[in-house]
Nanobody, 125 residues
């Protein structure tokens, strides 16, 4: 069983930055691909970014490419999402998720076995 706990959300003005963290309680963290998803009010949850355990490859949704950066610290069992140039449309609950898959695209919710409870990000205009 893997437990994931997100932190770092909050209220920020448009153009500002936030850094989300997701701490995982698992001994083999380095063998999990870690993804970030978000869900805005009245919308479906959507893929944001992933960092794969196999090779450390990263991927981003087009809507955040160039503004968000995903990284991980395997020694601390933590994955980060640095969010810059935030826009009101980035407002959502952000979830981290863990997958044992290191090869697939990992853009879909069903690729992930474990999920955190989410952290709220609100960007004011």
């Amino acid at each position: 069983q893997v437990q994931l706990v997100e932190s770092g959300g909050g209220l920020v003005q448009a153009g500002g930055s936030l850094r989300l963290s997701c701490a995982a309680s698992v001994r083999t963290f380095s063998r999990y691909s870690m993804g970030w998803f978000r869900q805005a009010p009245r919308k479906e949850r959507e893929f944001v970014s992933v960092i794969k355990w196999s090779g450390g490859n990263t991927d981003y949704a087009d809507s955040v490419k160039g503004r968000f950066t995903i990284s991980r610290d395997n020694a601390k069992n933590t994955v980060f999402l640095q969010m810059n140039s935030l826009k009101p449309e980035d407002t959502a609950v952000y979830y981290c998720a863990a997958s044992v898959n290191g090869i697939a695209s990992l853009r879909r919710e069903y690729d992930y076995l474990y999920w955190g409870r989410g952290t709220q990000v609100t960007v004011s205009s």
